[in-house]
């Protein structure tokens, strides 16, 4: 019997299954499915903190890049792994972009303004939040991507001959009621046909 949270289409009936501390998950078959993932969540979600997991080239900045540009956000969308933040303002509201890959320890965030990444109008999305561990305030969406379908241990990028328009595996968990509502949001607005469970 197939796992209710592992569902086929990316659809309503998809949407019906997130619900607070339960995870969704499903297969996004290439990078045009990733983005519009990063897109629907962008519509549904107006403020809270998203944490992104994945390794290298997993597609964390393409969903966030995705994100922004269904936010109105023109022009170049750079991953903060150097500044370790870059603000956008949009018609919908302020998003922070984090980047902890370089982060030596976690209390450096006390550096950046960690008391604004709580402010209620805020989307603030995370790359690398276990960097952040014990110093970010608590997630209210964690998503995680994988690549699948390589022959090498744990489906790593570097087993792809063309990673960044592979299939990933991803894991959605909202940990609030109200992130919860807005997943199932983002969710019904999807068209994926060609995603399927794990």
């Avoid at 023109?74 to 919908?92: M, W």
């Avoid at 241990?153 to 328009?165: F, L, R």
């Amino acid at each position: 019997m197939q796992d209710p949270h592992e569902l086929g289409p990316c659809n309503t009936t998809m949407a019906e299954y997130a619900s607070c501390g339960e995870t969704v998950k499903f297969q996004l078959p290439d990078c045009a499915a990733t983005a519009a993932l990063g897109a629907a969540i962008g519509r549904a979600f107006s403020a809270g903190m998203v944490y992104l997991y994945g390794d290298l080239g997993a597609g964390k900045t393409s969903m966030v890049r995705a994100l922004l540009r269904s936010r109105g956000v023109e022009g170049a969308v750079r991953s903060p792994t150097y500044t370790l933040v870059e603000t956008y303002e949009t018609d919908t509201g302020r998003v922070f972009h984090l980047d902890l890959y370089r982060l030596a320890e976690p209390e450096e965030l006390h550096f950046i303004g960690l008391d604004e990444l709580e402010a209620a109008d805020l989307l603030t999305l995370v790359e690398w939040p276990e960097r952040g561990s014990g110093v970010l305030p608590a997630a209210d969406l964690v998503v995680r991507l994988e690549h699948c379908n390589f022959p090498g241990e744990g489906g790593s990028a570097i087993d792809a001959t063309d990673p960044a328009d592979s299939p990933r595996h991803v894991e959605l968990e909202p940990r609030s009621d109200s992130s919860a509502e807005s997943l199932r949001r983002a969710l019904s607005l999807l068209d994926i046909p060609s995603c399927s469970s794990k």
